[in-house]
């Protein structure tokens, strides 16, 4: 089992920053992918950003790509999301998720291919 603990959400003005962490504990070991999704009110949870634990490639969402970056600390144990230029459309719950199956083509950007998941922290932005 692996347990997943976001933090950092809050209120931000468009063009704000804010960064998002998530603490994961258990066994991390089997962690293969890190991945940040989002959840806007009404709408489905998409992938936001992604990042193999152990080399660092990351993968992002056309919507967010060069305004958020993901980033990881395997010594602690943590995953960041950096979030730049941000804008009303990323007011969402953001979920840390954890993927434990290779292969990035194989569910990589979708709900049903990570296996852990946190609580989610909510992220607001007004224009």
Known sequence: QVQLVESGGGLAQAGDSLRLSCALSGRTSSIVYMAWFR?????ER????AIRWSEGTTYY???????FTISRDNAKNMVYL?????KPEDTAVYYCAARTALGW???GRLVRGYDYWGQGTQVTVSS
């Open 46 to 49: 998409e992938f936001a950003a």
């Open 61 to 67: 969402a056309d919507s967010v790509k060069g305004r």
């Open 82 to 86: 950096q979030m730049n230029s941000l």
């Open 39 to 43: 959840q806007a009110p009404g709408k």
């Open 105 to 107: 083509f194989q569910g």
